[in-house]
């Protein structure tokens, strides 16, 4: 089973601190309550649980521009820090001593790089209407990938068809469904309205090969992140 990654990203700004000699890149990654721009023949909001237990279980990594030849730190490693307060998930990442590192500290510093962005799989959202009748999706929880701090952030830009492909495929599969059935916003919105397929869905809480399912998925999900680092050096 592969899951989709989607990517999410916010206008709060990235800033540098200085503490011991030490240079740490930092900001918030998602934003809580926040209705987004419409991606696609809906709208999204990212819930105040959306990262509850993914910060306690998965290890993410903190990138730049979402390159995994550009690391910055990683949860496991100790090099990169991530906490929940009423504002959003906030990271905090201690720069590494690397050429690309070093770039991006002067770009931060002059403000051409400024914004975040986060990776995730999707594990449990709701989707209802709006009082414009635009569907409205709620990430109640994911399985965080990684942090970025991003040169174009593009909530809305060209890659709304990639993010809607991703983000429809759970209510395709739960009301028994093809991705390319929910074509455009009267198409979401009957399936919001028709419910699940209980047929064709099985609980969410399930597990496999012996782990939870944030750990499952992190792991699947890594795979294709590396993957898709390998096609692109392959280019």
């Keep these: 089973m592969t899951r989709n990654i989607e ?31 419409n991606l696609g023949g809906f709208v999204e909001t990212v819930e105040p649980t959306a990262f509850n237990k993914t910060v306690q279980e998965a ?23 991530l906490s929940l307060d009423s504002t959003g998930l906030h990271y905090r990442a201690l720069a590494p001593d690397t050429s690309y590192a070093r770039d991006l500290t002067v770009l931060l510093e002059r403000g051409d790089v400024n914004q975040s962005s986060f990776a ?15 569907p409205l999706r709620h990430l109640h929880e994911v399985g965080l990938v990684d942090v970025s701090p991003v ?32 074509c455009d916003v009267e198409a979401i919105r009957n399936a919001i309205r028709s419910g699940p397929n209980t047929s064709t869905t099985g609980p969410l809480t399930s597990t496999r090969d012996g782990l939870t399912q944030v750990e499952w998925a992190t792991r699947e999900l890594a795979k294709q992140v590396e993957l898709e680092a390998s096609f692109k050096l392959a280019k």
């Excluded at 709060?12 to 998602?30: C, F, H, N, P, Q």
């Excluded at 995730?120 to 635009?134: A, C, G, H, Q, V």
Aim: charged content about 25%.
């Design 7 to 37: 990517r999410r990203y916010v206008t709060s700004d990235v800033e540098l601190r200085y503490t011991g000699g030490k240079t740490y890149i930092e900001g918030y990654a998602a934003v809580f309550n926040k209705r987004s721009d």
């Design 59 to 81: 290890d993410v990594r903190a990138l730049y521009n979402h390159n995994a030849n550009m690391v910055l730190g990683r949860s496991k490693a100790g090099t990169l820090e």
């Design 120 to 134: 995730f799989f999707n594990i449990n959202d709701k989707w209802d209407e709006t009082e414009d009748s635009i």
């Design 151 to 182: 040169t174009y952030p593009a909530y809305q830009d060209a890659t709304s068809g990639v993010i809607r492909e991703a983000a429809v495929a759970g209510l395709a599969k739960r009301c028994g469904l093809q991705v390319g059935d929910l």
